[in-house]
């Protein structure tokens, strides 16, 4: 389990205004190339668990997340993808698609790589081969490597975002969790500094405001 995950669980399990009890149970759920852990503690608390991949089968739907025409507006309470969007050829136009699909109020809970540093996300399509994209993105099929405009980009898209990493929890719950790592990467595309997105789906479109994790809406 990586630190993305722990991050979601004390998340879930420990902020009031992002807890499971309000964003999970009795909800229904979209989850992207969905982690077997995930479904283990929360599949059974949702009012429906709805599991998608692009291309891999074993999921209750195939599904390309920048074109969802199969499904309807507002037809779930929150979009799960962690981790998924740097493997997306149109990410933003996924973005729109999971505004789309949500209900009012509903969340999308996101997970991206973040490169230490980067002001802005590195995304180049000429880019094609797999020892390049690894050389330039981290990974052979990734597309891009996010940088720290990711939640201006989300409320462009129409969410009210908080960001969760470890600041957002006492030094117990840190240890607890594990949520940063207990040696610093020192590679050219680490991401020692993992978040966690809660993007609210906004009623209107509103200029870019970081919101504190613990503040009430």
Known sequence: MGIRHRLLFAALEGIDNLSSDRLINGKRILHFAPEE??????????????????????????????????IAN??????????VLEHVPDYQRALEEIHRVLSSGGFAILTVPQKDNLLETYEDPSIVTEEDRTEHFGQRDH??????????????????????????????????????????????LATNHRKAFFCKKASRHSAYTQRHPLEED
């Open 37 to 70: 852990i995930f479904a283990q503690r929360y599949q059974r608390k949702a009012a429906a668990y709805v599991t998608a991949d692009f291309s891999r089968t074993g999921y209750d739907l195939m599904l390309d997340m920048s074109n969802m025409p199969q």
């Open 74 to 83: 507002e037809e779930f309470d929150a979009v799960i993808a962690l981790d």
């Open 143 to 188: 597309l891009r490597i996010f940088g720290d405009d990711f939640p201006a980009t989300l409320e462009g898209k129409g969410f009210d975002v908080s960001v969760v990493d470890e600041s957002s929890f006492s030094e117990e719950i840190q240890k607890k969790y594990v949520l940063f790592p207990p040696a610093i990467s020192k590679h050219p």
